[in-house]
């Protein structure tokens, strides 16, 4: 069964920070995404990952995929308020299925 | 561009009632899901369809839930009789080709 893992559950962390957020996987995959959940609303698209190596970046956000490894990271940049959200990364298998797995969710928090 | 809209955003019903959820993608899909959200359980898949064909009801908690999908726009997702654990958020989302999934904006549910 296709685990997958983010760590920390919950970030607090200061403006102007740099920190990392954990995506780990269980089985093959051939593609990740990152999404973003501020509370009370929707999932909003970050970033697709279609390959080994593959860096993406946004502003503050920078994502990244070892598939050798399994394991995916969100980098944050020097953190301010407006990145306070709930992010999850979902893997999707390589098993042809479109039946993506969804992580559980890192909550952060940035203080001013 | 593919985009979600479900309806209602928020249903507050009695146990025992029969609850309609609904969901029009506008276009450019082939597969439809059906998430639920809880703090306890995360994002959980209930089902979902390849052109309007089920391919996986796994997820669906009881033969309390079913869901429907008529035509390329428009799904239900159905609780009868509802129960206060059915008490959730309920997401729609759509597969975009290389972008993973767009989520539609969700219905809190809350069985009293």
């Known amino acids: 069964e296709l685990k997958v893992e983010q760590n920390p559950l919950f970030l607090s962390m200061q403006e102007g920070k740099n920190y990392t957020i954990y995506c780990n996987y269980s089985t093959t995959s051939d593609r990740l995404y990152w999404y973003r959940q501020d509370p009370g609303k929707s999932l909003e698209s970050l970033f697709v990952?279609?390959?080994?190596?593959a860096v993406k970046q946004e502003g503050r956000l920078m994502a990244s995929l070892d598939t050798k490894a399994r394991l995916s990271t969100l980098h944050i940049t020097a953190a301010v308020h407006d990145l306070s959200a709930t992010y999850f990364c979902?893997?999707?298998?390589?098993?042809?299925?479109?039946?993506?797995?969804f992580g559980t969710g890192t909550r952060l928090k940035v203080l001013a | 561009d593919a985009g979600v809209i479900q309806s209602p955003r928020h249903e507050v019903t009695e146990m025992g009632q029969e609850v309609t959820l609904r969901c029009k993608p506008i276009s450019g899909h082939d597969y439809l899901f059906w998430y639920r959200q809880t703090m306890m359980r995360g994002l959980e898949l209930l089902i979902y369809f390849n052109n309007n064909v089920p391919i996986d009801d796994s997820g669906m908690p009881e033969d309390r839930f079913s869901a429907k999908m008529p035509n390329a726009s428009f799904s239900t997702l159905k609780i009868q009789p509802s129960e206060p654990r059915d008490s959730a958020v309920y997401f729609c989302?759509?597969?975009?080709?290389?972008?993973?999934?767009?989520f539609g904006s969700g219905t809190r549910l809350t069985v009293v």
């Open positions: 990952l279609l390959s080994n190596g």
């Open positions: 989302a759509v597969r975009r080709a290389d972008y993973g999934y767009t």
């Open positions: 979902a893997v999707r298998p390589t098993s042809g299925t479109y039946k993506y797995i």
